[in-house]
């Protein structure tokens, strides 16, 4: 372990993200026991290297912590087990929360997914300042830790239905299965709503691949719904995409009652998603489906819909921060045009 320590906070001084750091964090974590002294010294190292990292709101939204930050979250709450006391991690885990307080909604709740979600030590100690976040008013209350670990229960009961087996799914009945989840389709917070959504997109593609096409509604109908539950509170749609695997066979293409294409544009157009779920989002999967056309991006756009067309146009260029720059300023000059153009030409 101090053979390891003396690497990582060499390597770290060089550049805190590269691939070196996060294998030497890796084996940090998985590999050795630590003593009290050692479990300190490894938080002051992180704690450099956090500290020194140049992590902002520019950071790609696909890594949305950047090396540095993600890791000193996950192995800093991870190793206090280790024989590190209360009063030795919390002033350093307070640096943490103290910057992480200062960033984007987004990045909050993200960050507080991820504790709930992979970490399963220090949970009372970000617990106590998730509830102060929601109390003063940082975060809504329905961001709140019982209803962040509801929704992440439904997560993980999504993937317990994928890796049953199929034999399982036969003893699945649609109408009297799914009504547990429309229950909690009824809650106020964004994640649980999409979490429920998620479970029955699984129970949709898992009933129908059991019990045939018969056996649960027609994709025209089932769609219909989500479109009825997005308009309740929009974060819903994604999530049932998601669970139902969106695109992948030809269960999106035999039904010719529906034109996906213009049902994707309407659900899109019902308003933006919420700042969070925890899920893949609506606009994720137009940008996976549309061609990126300018009539395309044009009609992303004049919706409101720009999140969907920075990732509709950036695609092919891996999401390169500076053709997004460009894009914006594109799509900002459409709206001009759109807002000047007489009323019967838009």
């Given at each position: 372990a101090?053979?390891?320590?003396?690497?990582?906070?060499t390597e770290?001084?060089k550049?805190?993200?590269?691939?070196?750091?996060i294998?030497l964090?890796?084996q940090?974590?998985?590999?050795?026991?630590?003593?009290?002294?050692?479990?300190?010294?490894?938080?002051?190292?992180?704690?450099?290297?956090?500290?020194?990292?140049?992590?902002?709101?520019?950071?790609p939204a696909?890594?949305?912590?950047?090396a540095?930050?993600?890791?000193?979250q996950?192995?800093?709450?991870?190793?206090?087990p280790?024989?590190?006391?209360?009063?030795?991690?919390?002033?350093?885990?307070?640096?943490?929360?103290?910057?992480l307080?200062?960033?984007?909604?987004?990045?909050?709740i993200?960050?507080?997914?991820?504790?709930?979600e992979?970490?399963?030590?220090?949970?009372?100690?970000f617990r106590?300042w998730?509830?102060?976040?929601?109390?003063?008013?940082?975060i809504?209350?329905?961001?709140?830790?019982?209803?962040?670990?509801?929704?992440?229960?439904?997560?993980?009961e999504?993937?317990?239905?994928?890796?049953?087996?199929?034999?399982r799914?036969?003893?699945?009945?649609?109408?009297?299965?799914?009504?547990?989840?429309?229950?909690?389709?009824?809650?106020?917070?964004?994640?649980?709503?999409?979490?429920?959504?998620?479970?029955?997109?699984?129970?949709?593609?898992?009933?129908r691949e059991?019990?045939?096409?018969?056996?649960?509604?027609?994709?025209?109908?089932?769609?219909?719904?989500?479109?009825?539950?997005?308009?309740?509170?929009?974060g819903?749609a994604?999530?049932?995409?998601?669970?139902a695997?969106?695109?992948?066979?030809n269960?999106?293409?035999?039904?010719?009652?529906?034109d996906?294409?213009?049902?994707?544009?309407?659900?899109?157009?019902?308003g933006?998603?919420?700042?969070?779920?925890?899920?893949?989002?609506?606009?994720?999967?137009a940008?996976?489906f549309f061609?990126?056309?300018?009539?395309?991006?044009?009609?992303?756009?004049a919706?409101?819909?720009?999140?969907?067309?920075?990732?509709?146009?950036?695609?092919?260029?891996?999401?390169?921060?500076?053709?997004?720059?460009?894009?914006?300023?594109?799509?900002?000059?459409?709206?001009?045009?759109?807002?000047?153009a007489?009323?019967?030409?838009?």
């Amino acid at each position: 372990a101090e053979k390891l320590l003396d690497q990582l906070q060499t390597e770290f001084r060089k550049d805190p993200n590269s691939k070196g750091c996060i294998d030497l964090l890796r084996q940090l974590r998985l590999d050795h026991k630590m003593s009290p002294e050692q479990v300190e010294r490894a938080m002051d190292v992180l704690a450099e290297v956090f500290l020194a990292s140049s992590v902002t709101d520019a950071a790609p939204a696909f890594w949305p912590f950047g090396a540095a930050a993600a890791h000193f979250q996950k192995l800093a709450l991870s190793i206090i087990p280790g024989g590190a006391t209360a009063k030795t991690v919390e002033p350093l885990i307070g640096k943490y929360f103290e910057w992480l307080a200062s960033q984007s909604d987004w990045r909050v709740i993200h960050a507080l997914w991820e504790m709930y979600e992979k970490s399963e030590y220090g949970s009372s100690t970000f617990r106590y300042w998730h509830r102060d976040l929601v109390k003063s008013g940082r975060i809504s209350s329905s961001y709140g830790p019982n209803e962040l670990e509801l929704a992440i229960s439904l997560e993980k009961e999504a993937a317990a239905i994928f890796n049953r087996p199929k034999e399982r799914w036969s003893a699945w009945e649609w109408s009297r299965d799914i009504e547990q989840y429309k229950v909690l389709l009824s809650q106020a917070s964004p994640s649980v709503r999409a979490g429920a959504a998620l479970v029955i997109g699984k129970l949709y593609r898992s009933v129908r691949e059991a019990n045939g096409p018969a056996s649960v509604p027609p994709l025209a109908e089932i769609l219909a719904w989500v479109s009825e539950e997005e308009r309740r509170g929009t974060g819903v749609a994604g999530a049932f995409l998601c669970g139902a695997y969106f695109g992948i066979d030809n269960l999106w293409t035999d039904d010719q009652s529906i034109d996906l294409n213009e049902w994707m544009f309407e659900a899109l157009a019902i308003g933006p998603e919420p700042v969070f779920t925890g899920f893949q989002s609506l606009a994720f999967y137009a940008h996976e489906f549309f061609e990126p056309s300018e009539w395309n991006l044009r009609r992303l756009v004049a919706m409101g819909r720009e999140d969907a067309a920075i990732m509709l146009a950036t695609e092919s260029v891996n999401h390169d921060p500076f053709w997004e720059e460009q894009f914006r300023n594109t799509f900002a000059e459409w709206r001009q045009e759109s807002a000047a153009a007489p009323s019967e030409d838009r």
